[in-house]
């Protein structure tokens, strides 16, 4: 039986916290090995879902108040109308911009791991697996190298391989930060092999 402390964890939509740093630390520090993927969450002034996008719709060219709506939560939103004789035009929306800061807050998050598929080969497309040549960011801070381990043949779409002589490093605390590397370069880096790219003549050990 699995215990339920060591079951993988899932978020999905928001975490309505004060800013993507906040939730990047809190699930990077509490949740550590048992979640490999993070949302930045919907923080700050984009807690309430779309309601952040009000002052967009005030400021876009073309349109006029009409009337106002009470929705769920009891917010109170400003309905609008195209203005006669002209055409709608809006400003940056915002949500780009809150991808990019979010981006480079998960850079100095203090996650144990994680690694960001910044392009992938058609191997490696529907973010799945990730196939030998995919280009990744990679931040590992402090993990053993068998927790690391496990977590690349979580991700890669071979079986990631222990060389027999660092069988006894398993609990040495992996430091890593590379930008756009190929996996298998990431792997090397580790000293780390795979199924498909294992030396002739030396023994390994698969971590499961």
């Known amino acids: 039986m699995v215990d339920a402390r060591e079951r993988p964890v899932l978020l999905v939509g928001s975490v309505p916290l004060g800013s993507s740093s906040v939730v990047f630390e809190a699930v990077g520090t509490k949740l550590g090995k ?15 879902w779309v309601v952040w996008q009000a002052d967009v719709f005030k400021n876009a060219k073309g349109l006029e108040p009409c009337s106002t709506r009470v929705s769920q939560g009891g917010h109170h939103l400003i309905l609008y109308k195209v203005k006669p004789g002209e055409s709608v035009k809006f400003g940056p929306l915002g949500y780009a911009a ?5 981006y480079e807050d998960f850079k100095r998050a203090p996650t144990p791991i994680a690694v960001v598929m910044t392009f992938t080969e058609p191997e490696a497309m529907g973010g799945v697996t990730l196939g030998v040549n995919a280009l990744v960011d990679v931040s590992i ?14 991700v890669h779409t071979e079986r990631v391989l222990v ?3 660092m069988l006894s490093k398993l609990n040495k605390r992996v430091h890593l930060k590379v930008k756009r590397k190929r996996f298998a370069d990431v792997l090397k880096r ?3 092999s795979t199924t498909g790219h294992s030396k002739k003549k ?3 050990k698969s971590a499961r």
């Not at 809150?98 to 979010?102: N, T």
């Not at 801070?141 to 979580?154: D, Y």
């Open 34 to 48: 048992l979640i490999k993927r993070i949302p930045d969450g919907e923080t700050g002034a984009r807690k309430n």
């Open 98 to 102: 809150a991808a990019i800061r979010s």
């Open 163 to 165: 060389p027999a002589d």
């Open 190 to 192: 580790l000293d780390l």
């Open 141 to 154: 801070s402090g993990l053993p190298l068998l927790e690391v381990t496990k977590f690349l043949n979580a």
């Open 202 to 204: 030396t023994k390994r």
